[in-house]
């Protein structure tokens, strides 16, 4: 079975200032997706961004990238010139490619983030 | 921009009534799923639903929990009688189908369910 980890409940960053939250996962697939997920107080859980994993190149999306380690299994976020906005949790989350259609996603345990103005 | 919606955002309820979560998916998609997320706990997958069936569900799915996509654009979770270890956070999701190895699942705000 896949399992994400995320071993920082917690994260607290200066406004403008960069951070970075950690993820893990586990599976015997080559082909999945990862994805980061942002749930604001207002409980909307949002993408933020995808990576495919046959990709080597990190996704990038605006203030937003990725570093994606294939065999090291891990994958995280990087947020860079924080906003007071990017305050919120963030969910590491993992589907297999091809699943029957049917894609269920897999979540870590989230990180809330601070930032601090 | 679209979005998936969910009602009420929280229901309280008493030990072993029944409860129905509502949710309207995108008008587009073509698949649904329900999620759980116990306070403090991983978001956790419960089901997932396409032309009208169950596609996959999971341990916690159980006799319990039905699903139903009533009339085209609810789409529904009913838990039969609660139990205390039923609240939680309860997240639907939709997506379109159209490209199913590339399209992202987008997801309602939740419906906190409280079982006294």
């Known amino acids: 079975a896949q399992t994400v980890t995320q071993s920082q409940p917690e994260m607290s960053v200066q406004e403008a200032e960069t951070v970075t939250l950690s993820c893990t996962y586990d599976?015997?697939?080559?082909?999945?997706?990862l994805f980061w997920y942002k749930q604001p107080p207002s409980r909307q859980m949002i993408l933020v961004i995808r990576q495919e994993a046959y990709k080597q190149q990190n996704a990038t999306e605006n203030r937003f990238s990725v570093n994606f380690q294939k065999a090291a299994k891990s994958f995280s976020l990087k947020i860079s010139d924080s906003q007071l906005g990017d305050a919120a949790m963030y969910f590491c989350a993992y589907r297999r490619t091809n699943s029957g259609g049917y894609q269920k996603v897999t979540f870590g345990t989230g990180t809330k983030l601070q930032v601090i103005p | 921009e679209p979005e998936v919606t969910q009602t009420p955002s929280h229901q309280v309820t008493q030990m072993g009534q029944e409860v129905i979560l509502r949710c309207v998916p995108i008008s587009n998609h073509l698949y649904f799923y329900w999620y759980r997320q116990i306070l403090g706990q991983k978001v956790e997958f419960l089901v997932s639903f396409y032309n009208n069936e169950i596609s996959e569900k999971s341990e916690i799915f159980d006799d319990q929990f039905s699903v139903e996509r009533p009339d085209g654009s609810n789409f529904t979770l009913k838990i039969r009688s609660t139990k205390l270890e039923d609240s939680a956070m309860y997240f639907c999701?939709?997506?379109?189908?159209?490209?199913?190895?590339?399209?992202?699942?987008?997801f309602g705000p939740g419906t906190r369910l409280t079982v006294l």
């Open positions: 999701a939709s997506r379109t189908g159209f490209f199913p190895s590339t399209d992202t699942q987008y």
């Open positions: 599976t015997s697939e080559s082909d999945y997706y």
